[in-house]
């Protein structure tokens, strides 16, 4: 326990320092990327991309999957050398514009970060083969609990992911931990201040319909999401010249913001302005379609960047329709219909249910926990079937399998 206790916080500590980085990264490099016009800037974040990769293939894409391939069949091993490359690879993604969040590329930054604390030798001989899983595991919790500023709600993302909505408690503790060490030291740093910002709202019980009609329509809307960014990536995986992918996803994102500017970079700046008032139903359709292709053409083609924001994103637009619709003028029920809506898009799109009424929890306000709750039931009810991570580990299903032999082994010898 004492073990434990020290290195997990040690990784957090690294973990939320590199949360801090990437954040001050892209915003630095969205300096640079501002001066070039918006149809041309993801084309040439691409090309400065393509050259990264060069060095690191293992850079590219949105990092869940090689994060869950790592600790699920490399025992947590991730070259410390993706830590720069990563780091380098999403701030030019994000910086010149594309579309895309930055759950993936943390959760290698703090895998990666935790890999290269292994090696020390004052640590090396503490951490046994078979332990140092649960390390990365702790560097990647540390990332996303400091820049989701989620100290729960990260931990539990990172051990959830990986074996599709299911917790294991020898990873999970550890891994919270380490979350709230890297939320602490993002708030000294940074910004401690909850990620968006929620009117004064107390939720009543005749709203739970419209809370759950909110979660249905974001959770369709999910499904569609992951069915037209499922195509394009088995398109641009099958397809030659892959060293020039994506320059090709940053000319075809150009296209699009350039029509539709907000649907550029995260878009959290959007997503709050969601939460604070409705917009008309046919800009919210364009934004739907814009960030799904956006997204889509970015991630899809080998671009850094994650898929929760653009999962919030969805789930805003659904949420903000909803309102729209029936007409809300109470800025607070507005508000909880597009928290219902985010926390479906994300348990539905990520398969975290748990993580995601937490996390939405942490990043708006315990107020609106009641939307948060029943929006992710919803929509990972509608959205497990589909799994748009760690398709792409060949080992990972058998490794998930091999888990649950394992327990129920234990279990048998018990009794």
Same mark, same amino acid.
């Given at each position: 326990?004492?073990?434990?206790?020290?290195?997990?916080?040690?990784?957090?500590?690294?973990?939320?320092?590199?949360?801090?980085?990437?954040?001050?990264?892209?915003?630095?490099?969205?300096?640079?990327?501002?001066?070039?016009?918006?149809?041309?800037?993801?084309?040439?974040?691409?090309?400065?991309?393509?050259?990264?990769?060069?060095?690191?293939?293992?850079?590219?894409?949105?990092?869940?999957?090689?994060?869950?391939?790592?600790?699920?069949?490399?025992?947590?091993?991730?070259?410390?050398?993706?830590?720069?490359?990563?780091?380098?690879?999403?701030?030019?993604?994000?910086?010149?514009?594309?579309?895309?969040?930055?759950?993936?590329?943390?959760?290698?930054?703090?895998?990666?970060?935790?890999?290269?604390?292994?090696?020390?030798?004052?640590?090396?001989?503490?951490?046994?083969?078979?332990?140092?899983?649960v390390l990365t595991i702790c560097g990647a919790a540390g990332a996303i609990g400091a820049i989701f500023r989620s100290p729960l709600g990260g931990g539990i993302f990172v051990v959830e992911v990986?074996?599709?909505?299911?917790?294991?408690?020898?990873?999970?503790?550890? /891994?919270? !931990?380490?979350?709230?060490?890297? &939320?602490?030291?993002?708030?000294?740093?940074? +910004?401690?201040? =909850?990620?968006? $910002? #929620?009117?004064?709202?107390?939720?009543?019980?005749?709203?739970?319909?419209?809370?759950?009609?909110?979660?249905?329509?974001?959770?369709? /809307?999910? !499904?569609?999401?992951?069915?037209? &960014?499922?195509?394009?990536?088995?398109?641009? +995986?099958?397809? =030659?010249?892959? $060293? #020039?992918?994506?320059?090709?996803?940053?000319?075809?994102?150009?296209?699009?913001?350039?029509?539709?500017?907000?649907?550029?970079?995260?878009?959290?700046?959007?997503?709050?302005?969601?939460?604070?008032?409705?917009?008309?139903?046919?800009?919210?359709?364009?934004?739907?379609?814009?960030k799904i292709f956006a997204t889509s053409f970015t991630v899809g083609s080998g671009g850094s960047a994650g898929l929760v924001i653009p999962a919030l994103f969805i789930g805003a637009i659904a949420?903000?329709?909803?309102s729209t619709l029936i007409g809300a003028t109470d800025v607070g029920l507005s508000a909880s219909l597009v928290i219902a809506g985010m926390a479906a898009s994300l348990a539905s799109i990520a398969?975290?249910?748990?993580?995601?009424?937490?996390?939405?929890?942490?990043?708006?306000?315990?107020?609106?926990?009641?939307?948060?709750?029943?929006?992710?039931?919803?929509?990972?009810?509608?959205?497990?079937?589909?799994?748009?991570?760690?398709?792409?580990?060949?080992?990972?299903?058998?490794?998930?399998?091999?888990?649950?032999?394992?327990?129920?082994?234990?279990?048998?010898?018990?009794?």
């Open positions: 326990m004492t073990k434990w206790l020290t290195i997990a916080t040690f990784a957090g500590i690294g973990g939320g320092l590199s949360a801090v980085v990437l954040s001050r990264f892209i915003n630095w490099v969205g300096i640079y990327g501002g001066r070039f016009p918006l149809w041309i800037a993801p084309a040439i974040g691409g090309v400065i991309v393509s050259i990264i990769y060069l060095y690191d293939r293992d850079a590219s894409g949105f990092g869940t999957d090689h994060y869950i391939c790592a600790v699920n069949t490399k025992h947590g091993h991730l070259s410390f050398k993706t830590l720069y490359s990563k780091l380098a690879a999403t701030a030019v993604t994000l910086g010149f514009k594309g579309s895309g969040g930055v759950e993936g590329p943390m959760l290698v930054i703090g895998g990666s970060l935790a890999d290269g604390i292994s090696r020390l030798p004052i640590l090396r001989k503490y951490i046994s083969e078979h332990e140092h899983h990986l074996y599709h909505s299911s917790l294991h408690y020898s990873d999970l503790f550890p /891994a919270i !931990l380490s979350s709230i060490m890297g &939320f602490v030291i993002y708030g000294m740093l940074k +910004d401690p201040t =909850p990620l968006f $910002k #929620i009117p004064d709202y107390l939720p009543n019980v005749f709203n739970v319909p419209l809370f759950v009609l909110a979660a249905i329509v974001a959770g369709v /809307a999910s !499904l569609l999401f992951m069915a037209i &960014f499922g195509y394009i990536k088995a398109y641009f +995986d099958k397809s =030659p010249y892959k $060293k #020039i992918h994506p320059i090709i996803g940053g000319l075809l994102t150009g296209l699009i913001i350039l029509f539709l500017p907000e649907t550029a970079g995260t878009g959290t700046n959007i997503i709050q302005n969601m939460i604070n008032e409705n917009f008309p139903i046919t800009l919210l359709m364009l934004l739907f379609i814009g949420g903000n329709s909803v398969n975290v249910p748990i993580a995601a009424a937490i996390m939405l929890v942490e990043m708006v306000g315990l107020r609106l926990g009641v939307p948060a709750a029943l929006g992710s039931i919803i929509g990972y009810a509608i959205g497990h079937s589909r799994v748009i991570y760690g398709v792409t580990c060949p080992d990972h299903w058998q490794f998930e399998q091999n888990v649950e032999i394992k327990a129920s082994d234990k279990k048998l010898d018990s009794h």
